[in-house]
């Protein structure tokens, strides 16, 4: 076996005993929806991030889609966000009816280009695509800025420095996609619980809290969001002792037991795993620290990545798909993150944009490369991996 790009094998090694405790735990009392794990995950995620609640959910999608749809962001709204991300953050905000106003990104942080917010809304108010580039449907109508939808990308923090203000002065709802993030921190705050009116969490498996499966989690500190969002996720039920009694439409948004008792096992080893990937992420910085054009990551200023991936980008003009196969002659598996914006995407073909009107994120996309990233990567195959990519640059 080559290298792995990361390593659940080695995480799972060492609380294996602790795991198998659990789930037995759940085999043993049987309530494999909503049990006793479900709301002891909550309340130490919301320990954990200083939020004041935390409800869990199928997935980080769901997540997201829990929230805006408590907001009843819809039809005639605008939502902003950024198009250098999985595809999971503008569908949700475009499967509401609302329209996602995409900006560029940062180019150093990759993170949405906090300083171009405030043109942006103004662009939306005038559909005006002069000031900043907007899909069809905000010149045809009128949009309401009514969200914000920043990312936390490979788990570094958006500049809320810049967006925070902006958003609180033509009232935006602002609500963190931290799928990413989650064990990150920004000016003290832990990333999912950052100054956002809600936050977003995927523990899919390879996130850097991931469960063996799919599973998600809203954070707030807003208790009628909270309530709705519980509500919600349990088809619109009114409350936990009248689960026929419905009075929204809701979904099934409903975490398993099993994947909450495999987060709660994980949680025990959460901060030492960050620990881990900031070295492992000073390691690669340090080894790459020579290596000709290539542009290293950066935390936005005040931020802790939990680096869930550790992304350069290569020299312009170098060809990445040789590269790629070089390192992967070596045996060094490599990743591209994002290959394509969200703007050109097809499934976003009915906006409208056109790949010159994000010029960053076009580049950046041509350009990335994520190297293997784990709390467990050795000292060894990281030099590894240094002088592999080294190598392939070379040869050009
Ligand atoms: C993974 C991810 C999601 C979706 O999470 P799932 O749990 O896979 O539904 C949303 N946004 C971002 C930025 C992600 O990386």
Not at 176 to 186: F, P, T, V
Request: net charge negative; charged share 25%; proline share 5%.
């Amino acid at each position: 076996m080559g290298m792995p790009f990361a390593d659940l094998g080695a995480q799972q090694a060492r609380i294996r005993d602790d795991l198998d405790a659990r789930i037995r735990k759940v085999l043993e009392h049987g309530q494999y929806i909503m049990g006793p794990e479900v709301g002891e995950l909550e309340k130490r995620l919301a320990a954990f991030t200083g939020a004041r609640r935390c409800v869990a959910c199928a997935s980080g999608t769901n997540a997201l889609e829990l929230v805006l749809a408590a907001w009843g962001i819809g039809a005639g709204d605008a939502v902003f966000t950024t198009p250098f991300t999985f595809v999971a953050t503008a569908e949700t905000i475009a499967r509401t009816g609302a329209v996602p106003i995409f900006l560029d990104i940062h180019p150093r942080t990759f993170n949405i280009g906090a300083e171009r917010l405030e043109a942006a809304i103004q662009a939306v108010r005038q559909r005006d695509r002069s000031l900043h580039p907007l899909p069809d449907a905000a010149v045809r109508g009128q949009l309401a800025p009514r969200a914000l939808v920043p990312v936390d990308i490979f788990g570094n923090a958006a500049d809320y420095d810049v967006l925070l203000p902006v958003a609180e002065r033509h009232n935006l709802l602002v609500l963190e996609d931290a799928a990413q993030s989650l064990g990150g921190e920004w000016r003290g705050r832990k990333l999912g619980h950052c100054g956002c009116h809600a936050a977003a969490v995927s523990f899919f498996p390879s996130k850097p809290l991931g469960c063996y499966g799919d599973g998600g989690a809203v954070l707030t500190d807003d208790d009628t969001l909270a309530d709705i969002v519980d509500s919600l996720r349990y088809h619109g039920r009114v409350d936990a002792r009248h689960k026929y009694e419905n009075i929204r439409l809701g979904c099934n948004g409903r975490l398993d037991t099993i994947q909450a008792a495999v987060l709660l096992a994980k949680l025990e080893i959460f901060e030492e795993e960050r620990d881990l990937r900031s070295a492992v992420a000073r390691i690669y910085s340090a080894l790459l620290a020579d290596a000709d054009g290539v542009v290293l990551p950066e935390e936005t200023p005040g931020a802790r990545s939990i680096w869930a991936q550790y992304t350069v980008l290569l020299p312009d003009g170098a060809d990445r798909a040789a590269v790629m196969a070089r390192m992967k002659e070596d045996g060094v598996p490599s990743a591209i993150f994002y290959p394509k914006g969200l703007h050109v995407q097809s499934c976003f073909s009915g906006l409208g944009y056109a790949p010159h009107d994000f010029p960053r994120t076009q580049e950046i996309c041509r350009r990335v490369l994520s190297l293997p990233m784990h709390p467990y990567l050795s000292r060894e195959d990281q030099e590894k991996v240094a002088e592999s990519l080294k190598a392939a640059l070379r040869a050009g």
